[in-house]
């Protein structure tokens, strides 16, 4: 069975700082793939990123990074210079095989100006 | 990737009704989903729809509460049936990228309120 946990419910910071977002997941399959969603108040999802199994290396784009560390099954994402448009919630999601996904239960961010 | 659209992107029902969300997508793809998310809830995958076949429902979902026509490769509609205001939720819709193991890109959604 696949599980995705998403320990941080809610966070907030202040607009500047950093953020990281945690996910940790549990699958018996070997060959798997993560994802990175945001969902804004508007309610629909955006893709933010896919990372498979056997590509462990760390991606940045702009001020997201994502550390992906297969010996503590973690897939982190982390917010440099947070601004309010960043204020959303976030969903980690886990996929194997059949192309079912599962996702964890979402980081709610709160960017304070 | 794929443009997907949704009808109707809000609704207020009463108990009891039938509501039917539609989904098209902008280009042919062989799986449509359909996700479930409850108020301040994940998402929770319904079914999963191919074109000419019947949908595979996960656990907990049934066809007479939830069934979903795929009358082609780009079009499909879930009808959430004899509503309660349990069935409140966020609908989407969902297609996979092309090629292995890619994303999956989602509809707008559907807000669904039962009063």
């Known amino acids: 069975a696949q599980k995705v946990t998403q320990a941080q419910t809610e966070i907030s910071v202040v607009e500047k700082e950093d953020v990281t977002l945690d996910c940790v997941y549990e699958t018996r399959d070997t060959t798997y793939y993560l994802f990175w969603y945001k969902q804004p108040p508007s309610g629909e999802l955006v893709f933010l990123i896919r990372?498979?199994?056997?590509?462990?290396q760390n991606e940045i784009s702009g001020r997201y990074s994502w550390n992906f560390q297969k010996s503590t099954s973690s897939f982190n994402f982390t917010i440099t210079a947070s601004q309010v448009v960043d204020s959303a919630v976030y969903f980690c999601a886990l996929g194997g095989g059949y192309q079912k996904v599962t996702f964890g239960i979402g980081t709610k961010l709160q960017v304070i100006p | 990737s794929a443009v997907i659209s949704q009808k109707p992107s809000r609704d207020i029902c009463q108990r009891g009704t039938s509501l039917t969300i539609q989904c098209q997508v902008d280009?042919?793809?062989?799986?449509m989903f359909w996700y479930r998310q409850q108020p301040g809830q994940s998402l929770t995958l319904i079914a999963t729809a191919n074109q000419g076949s019947e949908a595979t429902y996960e656990s907990g979902f049934v066809i007479d509460k939830f069934p979903i026509s795929r009358p082609n490769l780009t079009f499909s509609t879930l009808t959430v049936s004899n509503m309660s205001p349990e069935d409140s939720s966020i609908y989407l819709c969902?297609?996979?990228?092309?090629?292995?193991?890619?994303?999956?890109?989602f509809g707008p959604g559907t807000r669904l309120t039962v009063l």
């Open positions: 280009s042919q793809v062989t799986m």
């Open positions: 969902s297609v996979e990228g092309q090629g292995t193991y890619n994303e999956q890109f």
């Open positions: 990372r498979n199994s056997f590509d462990e």
